[in-house]
């Protein structure tokens, strides 16, 4: 927990992974009391909202969104059209999926591929109509 009282999450921006302001934490909880399950969602200055859901496990994919829980937005990241980000967590197998796993722990949420994004300036994403 923070000192300040803010929401801690593992999300980061899965462009320039700054981290993120504004965050928001929803718990989607209730289902079955010993799932976590919540979304996750923050904001960055120079790429807009991000959204992850960790469903008793790490999320396996960073959102671009709208707002908090709000549509996805499609990115232009490289000249290429993008919806999501692979975390390192979507990128394991799906044996390496089964083994028990800290839904927070950052180094899973971390984008999987960072060669493609490494190039990314700031200018180059832009969000389109
Ligand atoms: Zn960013």
Known sequence: ?????????????????????????????????????????????????????????PPREIFGVDRPFGPVRRLIVDGEETFAFTTVWGALSGDEQRQPADPLDPRFWRVSDRSSLAAVQPGAIRRKA
């Open 1 to 57: 927990m923070s000192v300040s009282g803010r929401p801690v999450t593992p999300l980061r921006c899965p462009i320039c992974q700054n981290e993120l302001d504004r965050v928001v934490i929803r718990d989607i909880g209730g289902v079955t009391a010993d799932i976590v399950w919540q979304v996750h969602a923050g904001f960055c200055y120079d790429h807009g909202w991000f959204q992850a859901e960790i469903v008793k496990r």
